[in-house]
Nanobody, 116 residues
Framework: VQLQACGGGLVQAGGSLTLSCIASGSIFTFNAIAWYRQAPGKQRELVARIISGGGGNTNYADSVKGRFTISGDNAKNTVYLQMNSLKPEDTAVHYC?????????WGQGTQVTVSS
């Protein structure tokens, strides 16, 4: 499984960004699809997740609930993370990940920087 993430950048607080992650296969074949992030000096944390491929239940970190939305487009083999009302504390390298058969596959990170 290969994952290609893009869409990061520099944005002012209160702005929006959409991250995309293109998978090498149908996202409905994955047990879960997710976005994680890692800020400098901190551990990688789960941001949002869809269980059972692109149409299952979603989970969000408390810090992003109501601001971020994870979604999947099976026709494009793509997972999105729509990020609204961005805050400086959202600054981090964001990673997409998928799970298949108990194995987690990671994409390369994309940097999101939110200025105050």
């Amino acid at each position: 499984v290969q994952l290609q993430a893009c869409g990061g950048g520099l944005v002012q607080a209160g702005g929006s960004l959409t991250l995309s992650c293109i998978a090498s296969g149908s996202i409905f074949t994955f047990n879960a699809i997710a976005w994680y992030r890692q800020a400098p000096g901190k551990q990688r944390e789960l941001v949002a997740r869809i269980i059972s491929g692109g149409g299952g239940n979603t989970n969000y970190a408390d810090s992003v609930k109501g601001r971020f939305t994870i979604s999947g487009d099976n026709a494009k083999n793509t997972v999105y993370l729509q990020m609204n009302s961005l805050k400086p504390e959202d600054t981090a390298v964001h990673y997409c990940a998928v799970v298949r058969g108990g194995t987690t596959y990671w994409g390369q990170g994309t940097q999101v920087t939110v200025s105050s």
